[in-house]
C-alpha cells in the first residue's frame, strides 16, 4: 500500500484559500480522495479523483469553492480551497482507494490513508 503526507494545511482567515497536497509513494490506486475531520464529527467526504483523469467529485458543501486535481508527472493530488469558511476548519486526510470510483464517498472504500493535516479558518 502507498505511504501518503498530506501538505499545506494552516490558519487562513474567512474567504481566505490554502492549497492541500498529497504525494504518494508508489502508483499502486486507481483513486484518491479528501476527507476531513473536525472535533466532535465522523470523519466527511470532502473531493475525489480518478488517477487516470476520467472524473472528479466533490460533497456538497465544498462544490464551487474546492477544486482537486493531480500532477501529472508525479503522483501528488492538490485541493485547492477557496471562499474559505469557520466551518471548513477541520484535520484533513487524503487516502487512496485501490479500485474504488473517484465518486466513493464511503470510508471503508479507502485503503490507506495519511496523517492529516490542520485547516484552521477564523472568522
Given at each position: 500500500q502507498p505511504r501518503l503526507v498530506e501538505s499545506g494545511g494552516g490558519l487562513v482567515q474567512t474567504g481566505g484559500s490554502l492549497r492541500l497536497s498529497c504525494a504518494a509513494s508508489e502508483r499502486s490506486f486507481d483513486t484518491m480522495?479528501?476527507?476531513?475531520?473536525?472535533?466532535?464529527?465522523?470523519?466527511?467526504f470532502v473531493a475525489g479523483i480518478s488517477m487516470t483523469g476520467t472524473g472528479t467529485a466533490y460533497a456538497d458543501s465544498v462544490k464551487g469553492r474546492f477544486i482537486i486535481f493531480r500532477d501529472a508527472m508525479k503522483i501528488t493530488v492538490h485541493l485547492e480551497m477557496n471562499m474559505l469558511k469557520p466551518e471548513d476548519s477541520a484535520r484533513y486526510y487524503?487516502?487512496?482507494?485501490?479500485?474504488?470510483?473517484?465518486?466513493?464517498?464511503s470510508i471503508t472504500a479507502f485503503d490507506s490513508w495519511g496523517q492529516g493535516t490542520q485547516v484552521t479558518v477564523s472568522s
Open positions: 480522495g479528501w476527507f476531513r475531520q473536525a472535533p466532535g464529527k465522523e470523519r466527511e487524503c487516502a487512496s482507494s485501490r479500485y474504488g470510483a473517484y465518486s466513493s464517498t
